[in-house]
Each structure stands twice: as C-alpha cells, then as structure tokens.
Nanobody
C-alpha cells in the first residue's frame, strides 16, 4: 500500500496562494487515482479535486472551482494542489488520498491510503 505525506501548509493572507505537495512512497503512483480533501474543525471531510491515473481531473462544486488545481508527476511520485485566491473559509487540514485504479472519485470512502494532513490557515 502506498504511503503519503503532505507538506507545504502554513499561514497565508486572504487572496494569497499556497502550493501543497504530497509525496508517495512504497508504490508507484502511476496506477493510482489521487485526490485532495480537507477538513475544518467541526465539519466533515470535504472533497476538493481528484485526478485519475491518466491525469483526468474532476472538481468539487463552486467552493474551489477555478481556484484549486491538482497536478501530478508520476515520475517523481508526487501530487500537488495549487490553491489561489485563498479565503478564510479555506482554513482546514488538507489531506491527499490515493485509490488503486484509473478512475477518480469524490467519495472519501473509495480511498484506501491517506496522508496525516497539513494545516492551512488563511488570515482575514
């Protein structure tokens, strides 16, 4: 099973940008679909964006559409989340997740590997 570790979180001002990275080990990501989720205090884990193993992407609704972008580098075994125009409501712990297979999913229960998460705080 692939192991994941996120990095790149931190404190950013409203309107700023941040790029998160997810490094994988133990298995090549070339046969995994990848996704980013987030969880704010007292809220359920929220799907953000996903990428199938051929790079096809899906987006979740209006909260991040047009602002967040997923990219993957299978050769380096990494996945990134570029976040632009950040808002205070984007404050959360951000997780990357992996599922074996070609097709991405927005359902968190479809993902079998998770990183420990990285905190993103957007100040107003």
């Amino acid at each position: 099973q692939v192991q994941l570790v996120e990095s790149g979180g931190g404190l950013v001002q409203t309107g700023g940008s941040l790029r998160l990275s997810c490094a994988a080990s133990g298995h090549s990501l070339s046969t995994y679909s990848m996704a980013w989720f987030r969880q704010a205090p007292g809220k359920e884990r929220e799907f953000l964006v996903a990428s199938g193993w051929r790079g096809s992407s899906t987006y979740q609704g209006d909260t991040v559409k047009g602002r967040f972008t997923i990219s993957r580098d299978n050769a380096r075994n990494t996945v990134a989340l570029q976040m632009n125009t950040l808002k205070p409501e984007d404050t959360a712990v951000y997780y990357c997740a992996a599922r074996s297979g070609a097709h991405a999913s927005s359902n968190l229960y479809d993902y079998t590997s998770w990183g420990p998460g990285t905190q993103v705080t957007v100040s107003s």
